[in-house]
């Protein structure tokens, strides 16, 4: 076979190897399990009161990933599980685990006092936040997050329940909305997408 025949062969042999080589690249890039909502205009601040009676805005918590979920500490389901699981991601960051920061937003703020969600917090995670605010003004940040909860009446003035949005927003290392994750997604795919953005700097 001549040379120049050779050098062709090797020279396709070389792009060939390439396409693949950057063809399997693409294909390995992980993706997000939650819902990507980068840039979203929507849901980049609040200013709302722990239950250490501390104000709170998103960039109190510059370097870590914010994972913030709305809800009322009397919720017979969806509240606990969402914030179990959270608590399992948590442990499962390992070494990473000081760089998350869970946070849960009352809608409930009549019944969840300070010290109630305090409490509440803890079954969980110590390290975990619950931020209250006036009815007026939780009102005015639902409408900002896209957040819907409604009141259902029970048979007594205080055994309400409390419709609501079941997901969480996550937001990323600089303080900016990247995800949201649907109720039920499960601990491991949000475990996933927390360390994916921890390893992209966000």
């Not at 399997?24 to 890039?29: D, N, R, Y």
């Not at 840039?39 to 609040?46: H, M, Q, T, V």
């Not at 805005?57 to 969806?78: I, N, R, S, W």
């Not at 048979?155 to 909305?177: E, F, N, P, R």
Request: aromatic letters at 10%.
């Amino acid at each position: 076979m001549k040379r120049s025949t050779l050098n062709l062969i090797a020279a396709y042999a070389v792009l060939a190897w390439a396409a693949g080589f950057l063809s399997a690249c693409s294909k390995s890039e992980a993706t997000f399990s939650s819902i990507d909502v980068t840039g979203a205009e929507y849901a980049r601040d609040f200013a709302l009161t722990d239950h250490n009676g501390q104000l709170r805005h998103l960039q109190d918590f510059a370097g870590k990933v914010v994972v913030m979920f709305f809800g009322y500490t009397q919720c017979p389901d969806v509240c606990p599980t969402s914030m179990a699981e959270l608590a399992e991601v948590k442990k499962a960051l390992g070494k990473d685990s000081e760089r998350l920061q869970g946070i849960f937003v009352t809608i409930d703020p009549v019944r969840d006092t300070p010290e109630v969600l305090k409490a509440y917090m803890g079954a969980f995670d110590p390290s975990f936040l619950a931020l209250t605010t006036t009815p007026e003004t939780l009102a005015v940040v639902a409408k900002e997050y896209k957040i819907y909860y409604k009141k259902v009446d029970g048979k007594t003035a205080t055994s309400y329940t409390m419709d609501h949005s079941a997901g969480s927003y996550v937001y990323d290392t600089h303080g900016k909305l990247r995800l949201f994750t649907r109720y039920g997604s499960g601990a491991a795919a949000l475990a996933s997408d927390i360390q994916l953005l921890l390893g992209q700097g966000g």
